[in-house]
Each structure stands twice: as structure tokens, then as C-alpha cells.
């Protein structure tokens, strides 16, 4: 059984009161895991606990090597250019009083390319997008070369090709290079397609976890938004695609 790269043992989180039971889940390297939950269940919160950015209320979060953290948004003191913001990924391989590397430079310049964002270098990171932004802090998360890569909302808002961009990326990280990959997200068709294991956060402090394609059962997404959310199969060129679909009904 390989270890664990990303591991909570009976982790309680939150601000002054746990938000759930106490949580015990793993991510191994190689594999993406997602959490999944509705708004205001501590979805970030958990992320900053497990980054290390928040103190745990009981339990332990054990982390074998660096954590690679993309935040739902960043909002800088100065105009930086995106290659800037980038660069900073480099800081903990930057000696105290030393000044980034060539090769810092040219790791920099490899993660901007491996998002398409190459072209974008000398641009403010204020004048972009909320899509741009956020590819620029993957990017900025690739740079600092990691084993673990933790992700809130990565896809939120990116446009339709970039959302495929980022999955191929992402599965690309951990099938290819053995990074372990924690990412957040309300789209329960984006864990279908891309995550291992999912956490599921539900109401009354509860929670599951396990392989996604038992998590996601359409009882269990309902347990989760109350909303009616459909699993539909579609084969395109020679692949079947697993899609949950939720069953909107505006009328009141």
C-alpha cells in the first residue's frame, strides 16, 4: 500500500467550533482527490487548514514534502507582471538575500507555457481576467515544484476550453509526475471525470469519503444540495463520459 503523501487523521477544523466530525482522509501520490460540498460548508476553510495557513482545532494533518497552494483569488499590494507573480512560486528554493536564479527564471517561464499563458509574462496581473488570474495562480502553484498540489474552486471561472486545460493538467500532474492533487469545486461532473477519491461535505456536521464513483451516487449529491442531480452516460469516440447533470426547475 503506498503512503500517503496528503493525510488528516480525525482532523477537526474551523473557527472556534469544529464544522464536522472529526475527518479522516488520505490522498496518495499519483492521485486527485476532490472535495465537494455547498456553499458556506468550510470547503476553503479546510483548504487553508490542510495548507497549513489555519491551526486545526484537534486532530493532525501530515503533509510528506511541500504544499503547492492555488487560493480561490489574490489580490496584490503592487502591479506585478504575471511573470512576477509566477516567480514568486520560487521563493522557498530562493536563498535568504539571493536573488531568483536562471534557472528559477526558466522554471517560471516552463509553468506559464504548461497553462498557455506564456504570452501573458509581461502583463499586470490586475489588468487580466478572473480567468487569466487564475491560471496565472496555477501557474504560480506548478513553479513551486511540489508534490502536492492543493486547489480551491481551480476551474471557477475559466471558460469552457481552459476548464479542459486544467483537467488534462491536472491528471497529466498525477499520472505522469506523481503529484499528489487536493482540489475544491461545485461542479460534481468535474470529480466524476477527474478525481480518485472524493470528500463529500453534507449538513449536520456529516461527511463521506471513498472512491468518487461511490460518493457521487445521485442520493448522496441530493443528501448534499438538495437538489435532484441525474448521472448520464455519453460515448463519444469510442469513450464513454460519466456526466452528473442537475435537474434545475426554475419555476417556484
Same mark, same amino acid.
Given at each position: ?10 482532523? #477537526?477544523?474551523?473557527?472556534? #467550533?469544529?464544522?464536522? /466530525? ?18 458556506? !460548508? ?47 512560486? &520560487? ?11 536562471? !534557472? ?17 509574462? %509581461? ?16 501557474? /504560480? ?11 480551491? #474552486? ?9 476548464? %479542459? ?10 499520472? &505522469? ?41 445521485? #442520493? ?10 441525474? !448521472? ?6 469510442? !469513450? /464513454? ?12
Amino acid at each position: 500500500m503506498t503512503a500517503a503523501t496528503l493525510e488528516a487523521r480525525r482532523l #477537526e477544523y474551523g473557527y472556534g #467550533e469544529p464544522l464536522f /466530525r472529526p475527518l479522516d482522509f488520505a490522498c496518495a501520490p499519483g492521485e486527485v482527490c476532490a472535495i465537494l460540498g455547498a456553499n458556506g !460548508r468550510g470547503k476553503t476553510t479546510l483548504l487553508h487548514t490542510l495548507a497549513g495557513v489555519l491551526p486545526a482545532l484537534g486532530g493532525e494533518v501530515r503533509a510528506m514534502g511541500g504544499i503547492g497552494f492555488v487560493p480561490q483569488r489574490f489580490t496584490p499590494t503592487f502591479s506585478y507582471r504575471v511573470f512576477d507573480i509566477v516567480l514568486m512560486g &520560487r521563493a522557498g528554493h530562493v536563498g535568504l538575500l539571493h536573488m531568483p536564479s536562471r !534557472r528559477d527564471e526558466a522554471i517560471t517561464l516552463e509553468a506559464l507555457d504548461a497553462l498557455g499563458i506564456g504570452a501573458l509574462a %509581461q502583463r499586470a496581473f490586475p489588468s487580466l481576467s478572473g480567468g487569466q488570474q487564475q491560471l496565472v495562480l496555477i501557474a /504560480r502553484a506548478l513553479a513551486t515544484r511540489s508534490n502536492i498540489l492543493v486547489l480551491d #474552486e481551480p476551474m471557477s471561472a475559466l471558460d469552457l476550453f481552459n476548464q %479542459q486545460a486544467v483537467m488534462r493538467l491536472i491528471r497529466r500532474l498525477a499520472g &505522469r509526475e506523481g503529484v499528489s492533487v487536493l482540489f475544491t469545486t461545485h461542479d460534481p461532473s468535474h470529480a466524476s471525470l477527474l478525481a480518485d477519491n472524493t470528500l463529500l461535505l453534507l449538513p449536520g456536521r456529516e461527511w463521506l469519503h471513498g472512491a468518487t464513483r461511490t460518493v457521487l451516487s445521485e #442520493e448522496n449529491l441530493k443528501r448534499a444540495y438538495d437538489i435532484v442531480v441525474k !448521472r448520464v452516460d455519453v460515448d463519444h469516440q469510442g !469513450r /464513454r463520459h460519466r456526466i452528473l447533470v442537475p435537474l434545475f426547475d426554475p419555476r417556484d
